[in-house]
């Protein structure tokens, strides 16, 4: 809103500079933005929140001036002379969507001559940033950023049977507004409507049909209100905000629209002449008084954290213009102006003392009593796993939520249901909520690529959205990464992770297919039973797909098994202090025959003394038979309870080695 | 004096001789340490062969054997120590063969780095925990109660609308719309509904509005909101928090301005103002819990008060690091991500 400094000094004596006024507003509610000189005036931009629709006029800035300042505001009379006919005998008002239109107020002026504003008008409009139209649509505006009430002007001479009808639209109709464009009205809107046809959408914009122009002689001026949601749905709809709809839309002060009125035709009468019809035309509900509201003193302090006198707060209270209807030691009872209609409870009225009083008398140090904290699993558990993937070298990304269908549709490692969509495009033509994070990985592997960044290793940590079909969608959190490295490098920074997070259920994998993979190269990952995650390598269309220039790695673990499995605070066992004994072993084996199965094997029969299984090198070659493969590999014995002899050594291998060979048809390699 | 005494003290003064001239004669190190080998190696040197040679001399000359070859390894190491020594002074130009470059990089092991918001969100965390104050997290998808009605925010409020916010298609939850939060308020709530006072908890994540994105605007951004509801408290316990907040977080002391405002889940409502530089810079929004807020989760507004307080992750991060366009964060080029 802004405001007129020489406007301002109308109703309010203005002693202090204009700096200090700009402050005290800032500090009491109404933000300074900026000032500009205009003139000899100045421009003062304030910043009105949605709750103060009182101060989106010059009158309302005014008293909270006067509040600021003690002063006094000197309100206009708007007593304009009325010396002719009765206006129903001009002009009827009839409100058929009462729901949409509360009230209407009509007055009618006679034999007004259009034309230029004077200069005063002229130039209060232009420090506020409007263009002059004629003399009578200055006028409306004029008062409308005077006391907030937005007002039209119609050409009585062109409303069919001198009549007002505020109503819904019928089907299919149409309006050509002030702005010459013409709009499809439907039917949730407030239309004008004069005996025949819709000539306005009420309290948004009127229509050239009823537009005082240069020779209109009769005028029907309209205050009225509207409903603040309807008036929004309304813009919305059309694409239309003006001052008039951001008024209604916070909503207008329902015993000020009569002044308004008057005071409309008050100026009319001074600038343009003409002859006011008497009386008003005023239909729906009339305005009622605000409820009471007790304010109880102990209060203040209880919220503010400072006590405020009985006196002061009295005092406070008048000068914003609320009424002290009662008050004792204990309480006072209150009731509200009717331009503040964000004023109903207790709470409301101790804010308006705390904004008067000064929130600067409110202490910053005072005692705040100890409380604990501790840190959540969650934090603790994803501390562990930054910790692990930043120092394995990967970058932590954040990228946007929701994908295209496409992406969504190209790797779905969770769900198979449909993914949810947002009404609305969020950002690129996303509008579907991510069941992964891998494709917005790849997508950012392929952005890093196109700028030639040499090395792109990445993670992101996030909520994925998995319909539930009618019930809530599940939303647990993955950690997914992206690397240009291989299938190994990246399964060992898994286990890496869960060694790190001390859990010791098993962890194995199985094989699986995924669009985007390749077939060979892509597995479920696993602890225990569970399923939780999948790792692989782009195949060739899958790469194709993200444009990416080589093959790509990518994971995607669920946060929830780990919380479950994690070991965050680990007991020690003690340690043997006998020396190991370490054993190579090359078995020869099937193509068929996975590490896995060797692994296990060997872990089930080696016995006790088996400390640890290391896999060395994968071995193929022409010396073999075809078909097999040879598996070397390292075992370490140990005893808690004395120095290993050659023949315990011995023993333990050969059981490893019968197992192997009869349980995975193994043999050893000279 | 033994023919044998002899020959041995001969041949350990040849010994010496030889080995000096050879250590004079090296030009570098690997010439160095191969004649070191060849008179001092402790397998198979020369010195190490005469030692064993004490063996042959006739008993009562083993003492001015032993002597004399204690004198002349003493010569030799001597001789080898002085020819190091020469080596290691020698300049740069006097130098031949191949050199150790200590001057060439490192061997880096890749670090990466965790995203700047991150970094961000994790220190606003840090210092709320120091004043006791624990995280609590919640869903990102949501009811209208929780982001809306619980808050204060009626229907009839423009914050509700379709335009302002991502509502969801064909999912509903017994017929009322779902749509993806708009602020991390609507996790206090989740915890209210839970607990009962005391509270003193911060939410934060991610939350989603439809802005156009702009140097200042993106779809979804990062909120952090602190609660605190219990018996007693008041506005000068927010004001008295939010300054030990950013005197931890900014390490010197700091001043705190409230400027009045409006949110419909609080009053009265302020926006905050730290002091920064000799001017005051905006911090966020807070204010005093609305009683209709503890109404919807059940508490009573004349047993408990309490404050909340709002702070955007990015705009604290845009100046903390000077970053001057928000969609950078989103853009997750690496080069950006290694500045951090």
């Known amino acids: ?670 | 004096m033994s023919e044998a005494l002899d020959q041995y003290i001969n041949d350990l003064q040849t010994l010496a001789e030889d080995a000096k001239k050879a250590f004079e004669s090296a030009k570098q190190k690997e010439d160095l340490e191969a004649h070191r080998v060849e008179f001092m190696g402790a397998k198979n040197g020369h010195l190490k062969r005469l030692q064993k040679g004490i063996g042959k001399v006739e008993k009562d000359e083993k003492r001015a054997a032993g002597q004399k070859f204690n004198e002349v390894k003493q010569a030799v190491e001597q001789s080898f120590q002085t020819a190091q020594d020469r080596l290691a002074n020698l300049s740069a130009s006097e130098q031949v063969g191949p050199r150790f470059d200590p001057t060439l990089p490192g061997t880096k092991r890749p670090i990466g780095r965790n995203h700047p918001l991150t970094q961000t969100v994790e220190e606003l965390k840090r210092t709320m925990a120091r004043l006791g104050f624990e995280v609590a997290h919640g869903p990102e998808i949501e009811d209208e109660w929780h982001n809306f009605d619980a808050l204060n925010i009626p229907a009839s409020h423009p914050a509700r609308h379709p335009d302002e916010n991502f509502y969801l298609a064909n999912l509903t939850q017994k017929g009322h719309p779902l749509l993806w939060r708009s602020q991390t308020s609507t996790v206090q709530i989740r915890v209210m509904e839970k607990r009962t006072p005391p509270v003193r908890i911060i939410s934060l994540g991610r939350v989603y509005r439809p802005d156009k994105p702009d140097a200042t605007h993106f779809p979804m951004f990062h909120q952090i909101e602190g609660l605190m509801v219990d018996r007693g408290v008041t506005m000068a316990h927010l004001k008295t928090t939010l300054r030990l907040f950013a005197t931890s977080l900014l390490g010197e002391d700091v001043h705190i301005r409230f400027r009045p405002s409006f949110f419909p889940f609080t009053e009265p409502s302020v926006e905050v103002d730290m002091s920064w530089q000799g001017g005051w810079l905006e911090m966020g929004g807070a204010g005093m819990v609305d009683p209709n807020v503890l109404k919807a989760v059940g508490y009573d507004p004349d047993e408990v008060s309490g404050f909340a307080f709002g702070l955007g992750v990015e705009r604290i991060c845009m100046r903390r690091h000077n970053v001057e366009d928000i969609r950078s964060f989103f853009e997750n080029d690496v080069r950006f991500l290694h500045q951090f």
């Open chain 1, 1 to 670: 809103m802004i405001i007129s400094w020489n406007w301002l000094k109308q109703y309010v004596a203005l002693d202090m500079s204009r700096e200090t006024l700009e402050d005290r507003l800032t500090m009491s509610g109404l933000n300074h933005e900026e000032s500009e000189q205009k003139a000899d005036d100045w421009a003062i931009d304030l910043e009105v929140t949605n709750n103060r629709p009182d101060c989106l006029g010059h009158l309302g800035v005014a008293r909270e001036v006067a509040a600021l300042f003690d002063q006094e505001v000197k309100l206009p009379k708007a007593e304009p002379k009325a010396s002719g006919p009765p206006v129903e005998k001009l002009a009827a008002v009839e409100i058929k969507a009462k729901d949409l239109c509360s009230r209407y107020t009509a007055r009618v002026i006679q034999g007004v001559k259009v034309g230029p504003s004077p200069d005063w008008l002229v130039d209060r409009l232009a420090t506020v940033g409007l263009n002059s139209v004629n003399n009578i649509v200055d006028i409306t505006n004029y008062v409308m950023l005077e006391c907030g009430q937005p007002l039209h002007a119609f050409d009585l001479d062109q409303l069919a049977d001198n009549k007002i009808i505020v109503r819904r639209p019928l089907k299919d109709e149409k309006l050509e507004a002030i702005n010459h464009n013409v709009y499809d009205l439907t039917s949730e809107m407030c239309i004008i409507a004069d005996g025949k046809q819709a000539t306005g959408i009420g309290g948004v914009m009127g229509g050239i049909q009823s537009e005082v122009t240069d020779v209109t002689v009769n005028l029907l001026i309209e205050s009225a209100e509207f409903d603040p949601v309807s008036i929004r749905q309304t813009v919305l709809d059309l694409g239309l905000p003006s001052d008039a709809s951001y008024r209604f839309e916070r909503g207008v002060d329902s015993q000020g629209i009569d002044w308004a009125s008057r005071r409309c035709c008050e100026l009319i009468l001074e600038i343009a002449g003409g002859t006011l019809a008497s009386g008003v035309i005023d239909v729906g509900e009339q305005p009622k008084e605000a409820e009471p509201i007790t304010l109880r003193f102990p209060q203040i302090e209880r919220i503010l954290g400072i006590p405020v006198p009985a006196g002061e707060v009295e005092r406070i209270l008048s000068t914003l213009g609320i009424s002290i209807r009662e008050s004792n030691e204990e309480e006072l009872v209150a009731v509200p102006p009717s331009f503040r209609n964000d004023l109903t409870r207790e709470a409301d009225l101790i804010e308006e003392v705390a904004r008067i009083y000064g929130y600067d008398k409110i202490p910053e140090d005072v005692i705040v009593p100890m409380a604990p904290s501790s840190q959540t699993r969650i934090d603790r558990v994803l501390e562990v796993v930054r910790s692990v993937l930043t120092g394995n070298g990967f970058d932590e990304v954040l990228t946007h939520s929701a994908v295209t269908e496409k992406q969504n549709e190209s790797f779905s490692p969770w769900s198979e249901e449909a993914p949810i969509q947002t009404l609305q495009t969020v950002i690129q033509g996303t509008n579907s909520l991510r069941r992964s994070l891998v494709p917005s990985l790849l997508l950012t592997r392929q952005k890093n690529e196109a700028v030639s960044n040499p090395r792109i290793e990445l993670f992101e940590i996030a909520h994925v959205y998995l319909p539930q079909g009618k019930e809530l969608p599940l939303e647990p959190i993955m950690i997914s990464c992206c690397s240009g490295e291989d299938f190994f490098l990246m399964k060992g920074t898994i286990e890496t992770l869960l060694d790190a997070l001390q859990i010791s259920k098993p962890f194995s994998v199985k094989q699986e297919k995924h669009t985007l993979l390749d077939d060979e190269k892509s597995v479920g990952l696993y602890l225990g039973e569970t399923r939780f995650g999948v790792l692989g390598e782009t195949s060739r269309a899958g790469g194709k797909q993200y444009k990416l220039s080589k093959t790509a790695t990518i994971a995607e673990i669920q946060l929830d098994p780990l919380l479950v499995e994690a070991n965050l605070q680990p007991l020690v066992t003690s340690l043997s202090i006998y020396p190991p004994s370490s054993r190579d072993f090359n078995f020869v084996v099937e193509e068929a025959v996975q590490w896995s199965a060797l692994k296990q094997c060997i872990e089930e029969n080696a016995g006790p003394l088996l400390e640890t299984l290391h896999f060395q090198e994968i071995y193929r070659s022409k010396q073999l038979d075809e078909g097999k493969k040879s598996m070397l590999l390292t075992v370490q014995f140990r005893s808690s309870e004395g120095t290993l002899t050659g023949e315990q050594v011995d023993q333990a291998s050969e059981q490893l080695v019968t197992a192997c060979q009869k349980q995975l048809g193994a043999t050893l390699r000279g």
